[in-house]
Nanobody, 127 residues
Framework: QVQLVESGGGLVQPGGSLRLSCAASGRTNYAYSKGWFRQIPGKEREFVAAKSERGDKTVYGDSVKGRFRISRDNANNMVYLQMDGLIPEDTAVYYC????????????????????WGQGTQVTVSS
């Protein structure tokens, strides 16, 4: 089992920035693709970003490309999401997730492949 805990959400004005953090604990000595997703009530969970275990493969959702950046610190079992140029459409609950993978170079996009999820952190972009 892997436990994931997000932090760093909050209220920010349009054009502002936030940095989300995700701390992993438990069986962390396996290879995982780490990802961020977001969800608005009544809508499906949306892929935001993912990074491979080795850190050499990164994928972003189309709506956040050029504005968000995912990073991971495997030594400390952390993954981050730096969000710049925030717009009201970014308002959602953001979830950190981990997917067991066979390749350390794999960055998983599909939420169905993620085994473990955090509880989510609310991000609200509003003036």
């Amino acid at each position: 089992q892997v436990q994931l805990v997000e932090s760093g959400g909050g209220l920010v004005q349009p054009g502002g920035s936030l940095r989300l953090s995700c701390a992993a604990s438990g069986r962390t000595n396996y290879a995982y693709s780490k990802g961020w997703f977001r969800q608005i009530p009544g809508k499906e969970r949306e892929f935001v970003a993912a990074k491979s275990e080795r850190g050499d493969k990164t994928v972003y959702g189309d709506s956040v490309k050029g504005r968000f950046r995912i990073s991971r610190d495997n030594a400390n079992n952390m993954v981050y999401l730096q969000m710049d140029g925030l717009i009201p459409e970014d308002t959602a609950v953001y979830y950190c997730a981990a997917a067991s993978v066979n390749s350390v170079h794999e960055a998983v996009v599909s939420p169905a492949q993620y085994n473990y999820w955090g509880q989510g952190t609310q991000v609200t972009v509003s003036s």
